[in-house]
T-cell receptor, first 113, second 117 residues
């Protein structure tokens, strides 16, 4: 069955430094993977998605993620963190043909000035 | 377009009371979903619908019922609320993609914060 594991529950970076949020997936076939972001007291917004095209996926706000089949990973990165990036980030995999999303437990990103 | 809207935004219930959460979307999406979000748990799927008049159970369906009488609306009901149902509830919708899988970007509503005392 499809699942995702977010390896860090909390990541803290300084403004201007790189961001790395880690996600490993488990899937018996080529998965569709997403990263969503949730700002405090807000709904969820799609950052980017991987659907078996290019392995390096670019998203909004300068984020990108690389699908690595050999490592079963889909880590989210950004070269330079902004204060506005402080939020909770969810790695998500699709299960089944009806679009059911399976969420990781989330990584809270803090950005220090 | 308003996208996905949820009513109400906040609600406090006493144990044993009932209520219905309303989700509406104006994007003509076929698929709609209800999730609950609890601290440290991510979002978990309660029920979903792949079309008007159809519903199915998700990961955590117990204590909830749903109905999809109109394509644009998806209702989540709690018949007898329990403190364990204190959570933030999110509705989402998406289009069905021909061939499945690749276009399942879900659009989320702003959430309903429910407290059961």
């Amino acid at each position: 069955a499809q699942s995702v594991t977010q390896l860090d529950s909390h990541v803290s970076v300084s403004e201007g430094t790189p961001v790395l949020l880690r996600c490993n997936y488990s899937s018996s076939y080529s998965p569709s993977l997403f990263w969503y972001v949730q700002h405090p007291n807000k709904g969820l917004q799609l950052l980017l998605k991987y659907t078996s095209a290019a392995t390096l996926v670019k998203g909004i706000n300068g984020f990108e993620a690389e699908f690595k089949k050999s490592e079963t990973s889909f880590h989210l990165t950004k070269p330079s963190a902004h204060m506005s990036d402080a939020a909770e980030y969810f790695c998500v995999v699709i299960r089944g043909s009806q679009g059911n999303l399976i969420f990781g437990k989330g990584t809270k990103l803090s950005v220090k000035p | 377009n308003a996208g996905v809207t949820q009513t109400p935004k906040f609600r406090v219930l006493k144990t044993g009371q009932s209520m219905t959460l309303l989700c509406a979307q104006d994007m003509n999406h076929e698929y709609m979903y209800w999730y609950r979000q609890d601290p440290g748990m991510g979002l978990r799927l309660i029920h979903y619908s792949v079309g008007e008049g159809t519903t199915a159970k998700g990961e955590v369906p117990d204590g909830y019922n749903v109905s999809r009488l109109k394509k644009q609306n998806f209702l989540l009901g709690l018949e007898s609320a329990a403190p364990s149902q204190t959570s933030v509830y999110f509705c989402a919708s998406t289009n069905a993609a021909e061939g499945g899988g690749s276009s399942y970007e879900q659009y989320f509503g702003p959430g309903t914060r429910l407290t059961v005392t």
